[in-house]
């Protein structure tokens, strides 16, 4: 397969891991070892200062920690646009330094998100999942990273696809009351 590396997952209902459910995942990297990558979609309720004290001033609103998925959550990945970045993992997309200085980085970035942990998968298995139709996978707009409204993000990527996928945005969260 192709790499996706920059391009979005967006779970479909078919996938029953409650990790992701109705998430949308910015893959950051994908080759045959595997794929890794952040939700975009489940802001936390944890202020950006109670964890990197000072770079609520940096980050795009919400200044809330994101949960990037379930594998490392001791960790922060700060995901930047339009500034230094440690490497260029999808371009436009890369890796912030968080050990940084942030009063030195107020206004360098034109999108920056921090988030807890991230979301993996090994040689093969996200291939699987989506051979299994658990994830649409579709073009990524920087916007999507850095929305201001995470809780529609899920619907508003699918909508923007048009044709059956726009329909899906519509379903219900659970089928059954439908």
């Given amino acids: 397969m192709e790499s996706l590396r920059g391009q979005l997952l ?7 891991d409650l990790n992701f459910r109705r998430t949308v995942v910015l893959l950051l990297e994908h080759n045959e070892e595997g794929a890794f990558g952040v939700v975009l979609n489940h802001p936390l309720e ?15 609103e919400p200044s809330v920690v994101f949960q ?12 930047a646009t339009g500034g230094p970045t440690l490497e260029l993992m999808a371009p436009p997309f890369g890796l912030a330094d968080l050990d940084a ?8 970035f034109t999108g920056l998100r921090v988030f807890a942990g991230h979301s993996g998968w090994g040689g093969g298995q996200l291939e699987a999942e989506i051979e299994e139709r658990s994830w649409f996978v579709v073009d990524a707009l920087v916007s999507d990273a850095f929305t201001g409204a995470p809780d529609q ?13 726009a329909i899906v945005a519509n379903f219900p969260d659970d089928a059954r009351l439908n």
């Fill in 101 to 108: 200085d942030p009063a030195l980085l107020v206004g360098v």
């Fill in 46 to 60: 944890v202020e950006v200062d109670d964890v990197l004290p000072g770079w609520s001033d940096v980050v795009d």
């Fill in 68 to 79: 990037g998925g379930p594998v490392g959550l001791d960790g922060a990945i700060g995901v």
């Fill in 153 to 165: 993000l899920w619907r508003g990527v699918l909508r923007r696809q048009g044709g059956d996928l």
């Fill in 10 to 16: 967006v779970a479909t209902n078919r996938l029953q």
